[in-house]
């Protein structure tokens, strides 16, 4: 599974769009980016997957850049509910076991 | 039911004492994954179950842990003899498919070695 490298903290405020960007250079060509949210005292949850260029959901947005080396989780205008770590994980669609790296922890203030 | 559900939430064991988590799988899904959790994020796969077969057991330190998935019953995770070091959050997720995207995960046992 492909290695990513994520900011270990971010610090935002209620409204603002935060962007969160992933890289990972060894990305192999049937490699699908999922990203995945975890609250204090919960397990994971799933927010979105995609292969490249834009995919929009309900919660997030991912950006994909052509070469795919890297890849940007937006969330528009966050709340205080936002706070929390956000995994990138990088791997075939149908990857059996998830590789979590150290994550972004996301603190979202008023 | 319609969450994974995990028990205990916590437990806490003396080391070399034996400790043995549970895990009821979303009905309907037939995919069960274990996880360990330790400080500061870090994940790390244990094993997997296809049904009641074992999928994937590449994490698992087999020495002291051990884990079943057997019909009609919860999937369950024991470790024998704990160490200090076993004190992390084992998360359970299941999956209809196993696919990256669809595999939801149960709160957690947060186990602590004394």
């Known amino acids: 599974l492909a290695k990513t490298t994520q900011p270990i903290s971010m610090d935002s405020y209620e409204g603002q769009e935060v962007n969160i960007t992933c890289s990972h250079n060894?990305?192999?060509?049937?490699?699908?980016i999922t990203w995945y949210q975890q609250f204090p005292s919960q397990g994971p949850r799933f927010i979105i997957q995609g292969y490249k260029t834009k995919v929009t959901n309900e919660v997030a947005s991912l950006f994909i850049p052509a070469d795919r080396k890297s890849s940007t989780l937006s969330l528009p205008r966050v709340s205080l509910s936002d706070t929390a770590v956000y995994y990138c994980l990088v791997g075939l669609a149908g990857f059996q076991k998830l590789v979590f790296g150290t994550g972004t922890r996301l603190l979202v203030s008023p | 039911g319609e969450e994974v559900a995990q028990t205990p939430k916590h437990l806490v064991r003396g080391e070399g004492q034996k400790a043995k988590l549970y895990c009821a799988p979303i009905k309907g899904h037939s995919y069960v994954f274990w996880y360990q959790q330790v400080l500061k994020n870090e994940f790390k796969f244990l094993i997997s179950?296809?049904?009641?077969?074992?999928?994937?057991e590449t994490g698992m330190p087999k020495e002291r842990f051990s884990a079943k998935c057997l019909p009609n019953s919860p999937c369950s995770l024991e470790i024998q003899a704990t160490k200090l070091e076993d004190s992390a959050v084992y998360f359970c997720?299941?999956?209809?498919?196993?696919?990256?995207?669809?595999?939801?995960f149960g709160p957690g046992t947060r186990l602590t070695v004394t």
């Open positions: 179950f296809q049904n009641e077969n074992v999928f994937d």
């Open positions: 997720a299941s999956s209809q498919s196993g696919q990256a995207y669809e595999q939801y």
């Open positions: 060894n990305i192999a060509t049937n490699d699908y």
